[in-house]
């Protein structure tokens, strides 16, 4: 196995997502590392042959494994139009095209069937290459002469040649801040002791991967890892990896373009996917909801607390409900049988998201979701998409979607694919854990009792039946029983608001409202969320948020 590591040595990296501009890439591409190997072997001089067959082998791999955050672990800069003076191109400009037409063309006739035509061609091509060369060495060689009486005309245009003149440019500059500096690339082959040597002295000579700015250090490790991607024919990730001849096309594409023109980065596509996450040979237990979340930032509007979930997420369903009219919509999305009952099976999930578990933190809520159950049948998934788009289209403007209704003042949002706030990202509510609190506090089932009864023993019967049914609760979304809950009425995440400021729910007539406490959860074996237990699950409340092992107790 040959397992390539890379530290980011600020944290941050910065490379331009190659089909859309205005994003990071993230993970970073296999293909941008295998680039930054063959720009290490050419900045060497001379060119070692040893360092040459290592990448030629390397090439000829098969796609390897990551081990990296994944794209809900990893804070992303919020990109802005950045307008940049364009390069000089008034001094050189006009003589480097010539020259590299030329070049390319030496290049094209080099690697063509050798005939009398093309040989003859060959010959004039590099004349020609010759030729262009003189003049803008000379043309060079002239800017560099001193006129001590330079012409209004030459003043003028050595002051448009200075920076605050030029003409700008938009620019992008999208960066990602993963949770861990440093990330692993790793093949499966394990190539020969002189070549593992050589690709090692490669990776000493890699100081950046992605943006000038992204500094990086790269090294030949031992250790074995955990990949987090791997590929998969059925996975969601693409990543560029390179097939063989990716050395020749590398260096035809830097002939080409010189470091000048534009390019894209000739790749091999490949699918990746997460692999199944285990526990020794146990398998990580799961939630009955999904890790496919469709996910709402708050833009603009009134700025709620978490103590608003349950009236943000009945929006949020109302409005699709309205936009669905009078159709009959699906029992995993309208949660009830036609006939009017609640439905027997999972349905989706609506939830508001808030900041918490931060130091900083304030509980204010950054966006909404929508969680899919994970036995969702596809013709309903696809159903779910398009009445969300249809209701972008119809009541959205540029994408923008308004909730409100009740006492809730109008709130703002927009769909979104790679959220930066942490409160957004999926993986801060479904990583593997132990422990879990309640960022919004759970609906019992039932009426524990009074939890806050001043007799003996009341209060403490009500407790330990409020742990039942929280247990209770646990099991009926597929999760095990835990080894341990805890109850309070008061918040236990920074951020996070008490049980009494929360409406009551459900907030209907002749309805008595549910208990509601916030739980410190623990269980005997890591599970994987989103954990959403309770009375009220189905629109924000009892939302549960890991906390690692380190950190719990």
Known sequence: MLTIEVELLGGRYAATAHNDRSQAEWPPHPARLFSALVAALHDNEPEYAIERDALLWLEKQAPPSLDVDLDDAVGRRDVLDVYVPVNDISLVGDLEKPLRDACATVVRLDMAEKTPETTKELKQAKKVVERENKKLTSFLADQQVIDPEPSAKALATSAALLPGRRTRQVRTFPVVFPSRRCFAISWSSEPPAPMRAALDRLCERVT??????????????????????????????????????????????????????????????????????????????????????????????????????????????????????????????????????????????????????????????????????????????????????????????????????????????????????????????????????????IGLDRNPGNLRSNFAGTAYKAATEAQRLIADACVRIGLPAPVSVEVTFDPLLPGAQPARSFLPWPNRPGRPPRVRVHADIYFGESVRGPVLIGAGRFFGLGLCRPVLDQESR
């Open 208 to 441: 950046r991967l992605g943006h000038s700015s992204s500094l990086v250090r790269c090294a030949i490790v031992e250790r074995v890892f955990t990949p987090t991607l791997v590929p998969d024919p059925n996975g969601d990730t693409v990543l560029r990896t390179v097939s063989e001849g990716q050395v020749a096309h590398l260096e035809e594409a830097f002939t080409r373009h010189r470091s000048v023109q534009y390019r894209v980065l000739p790749a091999l596509p490949q699918r990746y996917g997460r692999p199944q996450v285990t526990l020794g040979s146990a398998t990580c237990e799961q939630s009955v909801f999904s890790e496919e979340w469709i996910i709402f930032e708050r833009v603009d509007g009134a700025h709620p607390m978490s103590s608003r979930t349950t009236d943000l997420t009945q929006a949020l369903r109302r409005a699709l409900i309205e936009q669905h009219g009078s159709r009959t919509l699906p029992e995993s999305l309208s949660g009830h049988r036609q006939d009017g009952p609640p439905a027997d099976n999972i349905h989706v999930a609506f939830v508001a998201l808030p900041f918490v578990g931060h130091d900083h933190a304030d509980g204010s809520v950054k966006g909404c979701a929508i969680v899919l159950p994970r036995a969702m049948p596809a013709p309903d998934r696809e159903a779910l998409l398009r009445l969300i788009g249809d209701w972008e289209r119809d009541r959205g403007r540029n994408g923008i979607v308004e909730l409100a209704g009740g006492t809730l003042p109008p709130v703002r949002f927009r769909r979104i694919e790679l959220p930066s706030h942490a409160a957004l990202r999926i993986h801060t509510w479904c990583k593997p854990a132990r422990r879990f609190v309640t960022a919004t506090p």
